[in-house]
């Protein structure tokens, strides 16, 4: 099968948030926000084309194939056993997570995550009230490595309620192995915390870095968590709305369900998005999903390579998984609060400033690579004229 992930729209021009042009500019080229400028599968098209030409937007039930392509999907792809009755869906995987706070957590507690993190959960934990305590992950000789002694000394001291895992994590690309992660189950299940496996970038992971759900962890790991997913990040389905919660605990799960229906998303996943799924984790939908995988590893090496032969001291931090790479740009002689002005103002890139990610994020950029090769290339050109003096 044969895809084209070298043609794009004009994102300038389609109203798309990551390419949106500031006043009087049209030369930007959009590597923040974690989506892909590629067309989606042809088999989600023809699915959502489908739903538009029956012109019925009644109340609709989810079918048997939607729940047997996504249960099939998990065993194919990440060699996993998931259940139908673990599955409950909101429209947006931080919607879920921001509920998930509300139910298994009270206004004031403590909920741990490792740092540095995705921007908008600061904003989530601390205005539902809830406290942030950071684990700060290690850089050794480029690779982010987990602090257990610091993770289990604060989980002793603070007791959070909840653990917000982030695997494969964002904004670091690290993809945690079965030892890490039972590491973290072990010390969860000792100290009473629930998980919260976050696992949005599990799609797309490179050199064999298999993503390792939390459900597929072990017994402990079932009884104690909660995972939360979509399809966006792996698909391009940014702007429909569909994500899931699994959980294999029937306490938590009942709990959490009780919780979850008064606020009456039955519908809220709409017939388009359950449409895109369906066809998403279809044996199609997996085709595109590896020739993906494979255009994104090219497309990561050619920019880790540029990054450390543009002349600038960057050092990319190789992202095992997701398409977002986390670069150390803390020796460049400029003002590191503002590292994404030189990239804006020199290059004509927009892209993220690491410290959005927290105080652990100053001097590091987030770059998005899930663009044409073409306009990869553009990007890395500019990067390579960029002075600093
Ligand atoms: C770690 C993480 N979780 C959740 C989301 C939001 O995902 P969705 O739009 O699929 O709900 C993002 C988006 O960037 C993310 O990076």
Not at 333 to 352: E, R, V, W
Request: proline residues 4%.
């Amino acid at each position: 099968m044969n895809f084209n992930f070298d043609q794009t729209l004009d994102h300038r021009y389609d109203h798309s948030y990551r390419w949106a042009q500031p006043e009087g500019r049209d030369d930007i080229i959009g590597m923040g926000t974690a989506d892909m400028d590629y067309e989606c599968a042809s088999a989600i098209r023809d699915a959502v084309e489908h739903v538009a030409r029956e012109n019925t937007y009644n109340y609709r039930m989810k079918t048997d194939l939607y729940y047997e392509n996504l249960i099939r999907f998990y065993k194919d792809w990440f060699n996993t056993e998931i259940r139908k009755e673990w599955l409950f869906n909101i429209p947006g995987t931080l919607a879920a997570i921001r509920m998930l706070f509300g139910a298994f957590s009270h206004a004031g507690d403590y909920i741990i995550t490792q740092s540095p993190y995705f921007d908008v959960f600061h904003m989530m934990i601390t205005e539902s009230g809830r406290r942030m305590l950071l684990n700060p992950m290690k850089l050794v000789n480029g690779r982010y490595e987990l602090d257990f002694e610091d993770f289990e000394e604060k989980i002793r001291k603070y007791h959070p309620s909840i653990f917000l895992l982030i695997n494969p994590q964002n904004p670091t690309g690290r993809v945690f192995t079965t030892e890490e992660l039972n590491r973290l189950v072990a010390i969860c299940a000792e100290n009473q915390v629930l998980i919260i496996s976050d696992e949005v970038h599990g799609f797309v992971t490179f050199d064999g870095h298999n993503h390792i759900p939390i459900l597929a962890l072990s017994e402990k790991a079932r009884e104690i968590s909660f995972l939360v997913v979509s399809f966006s990040k792996g698909y391009n389905l940014m702007s429909l709305p569909h994500a899931l919660t699994m959980c294999a605990n029937p306490i938590l799960q009942a709990r959490w369900l009780q919780y979850a229906f008064p606020f009456d998303f039955q519908y809220a996943t709409n017939s388009f998005a359950l449409a895109a799924v369906t066809a998403a984790t279809s044996r199609e939908g997996q085709y595109w999903l590896t020739a993906v995988n494979q255009y994104l590893k090219t497309n990561r090496d050619l920019l880790c390579d540029r990054l450390e032969n543009s002349g600038l001291p960057i050092h990319p931090v190789k992202p095992e998984g997701s398409f977002v790479l986390w670069a150390d740009c803390r020796e460049m002689d400029t003002d590191l609060d503002h590292i994404d002005s030189i990239f804006m103002d020199q290059a004509g890139i927009a892209l993220n400033n690491g410290l959005d990610h927290g105080p652990d994020g100053r001097g590091f950029i987030r770059i998005n690579f899930a663009l044409t090769r073409k306009n990869l290339e553009i990007a890395a050109d500019r990067i390579d004229r960029i002075s600093i003096s």
